[in-house]
């Protein structure tokens, strides 16, 4: 089979660790919602160094490929074009090979985000907060520049953290403050929380949730709830979890990998539900 003549029907995540991801579960339910009985999807462990010699042995059945950490900067470079949402953030974790044998890189996560509050009936904030500094507060800085009028207090452990969030801020046309994490406290007062942190972070911080809480968005979805997303709902705030962030993010991957829209979210997300209840 030529590269003329081939199908494009394989895609799959890459990632190091990439054991845990979910992402095969959920493209492999869409495909089979979708009718694609032809198409398939895998997960590689490929870090940052094996990256290029992964690109190199593709063959012409690639139709995409999903990306985490370490790669979603590392593949810039392999790339023939970047969209703007992955270009203002600096990170890729959606590829789709044209048929002209192009190498297109997007950002499905910051869209995701957006898809994910909206879905809870979050269209706009006018003050919101971050925990966390990392690459997944780039992200949630990056969708909240679509939703938030206001300023974003982003709390964070150290000096340098809060100097990249803030340069973050001003190339994402942001206002950004950044506070201590001592001080995180008082983030939970906002009328938008995203917690962007590792698993058992902000544990400490569920004695301090309010008694009337707004929103929370934890990005985490293993182990689910957290300390912090429990008592939130609990005391009747709404709670969006890393299982609505990956659920939207993939329906806009296979999208983009199938040519086929809508994708069906309500089948991926009962996937992604059963497989972390067999976990």
């Not at 959920?26 to 398939?40: I, M, Q, T, V």
């Not at 679509?146 to 206002?175: F, H, K, N, P």
């Not at 806009?252 to 994708?263: F, H, N």
């Amino acid at each position: 089979m030529t590269a003329a003549t081939a199908t494009k029907n394989r895609a799959a995540v890459l990632g190091s660790p990439i054991a845990h991801s979910l992402s095969p579960v959920l493209h492999r339910a869409a495909y089979a919602e979708l009718g694609l009985g032809d198409w398939s999807y895998d997960r590689f462990e490929v870090d940052e160094a094996g990256l290029p010699g992964f690109f190199g042995k593709l063959g012409p059945e690639w139709a995409g490929l999903s990306l985490t950490m370490p790669l979603k900067r590392a593949v810039i470079p392999l790339l023939d074009e970047v969209s703007e949402t992955a270009a203002s953030v600096e990170a890729v974790n959606t590829v789709v090979f044209t048929e002209d044998g192009r190498r297109l890189g997007d950002n499905t996560d910051i869209p995701g985000m957006v898809a994910a509050l909206r879905e809870r009936g979050i269209e706009q904030v006018d003050t919101a907060a971050i925990l966390g500094a990392g690459a997944t507060a780039s992200s949630a800085l990056a969708a909240l520049a679509r939703i938030c009028t206001g300023e974003v207090v982003v709390y964070v452990r150290s000096l340098g953290r809060a100097a990249e969030m803030r340069q973050w801020g001003e190339r994402l046309d942001v206002e950004v403050r950044t506070a201590d994490w001592s001080d995180a406290a008082d983030a939970l007062h906002a009328p938008l929380v995203i917690a962007t942190t590792p698993a058992g972070t902000t544990d400490a911080l569920a004695a301090a949730v309010p008694e009337r809480p707004a929103t929370l968005f934890d990005v985490l979805y293993d182990p689910w709830p957290t300390d912090l997303a429990a008592r939130w709902s609990g005391y009747g705030g709404a709670v969006v979890g890393g299982l609505d962030l990956l659920v939207h993010q993939a329906v806009l991957q296979v999208e983009q990998m199938t040519g086929r829209s809508p994708a069906p979210l309500d089948t991926l997300r009962k996937a992604g539900e059963q497989a972390l209840a067999a976990r």
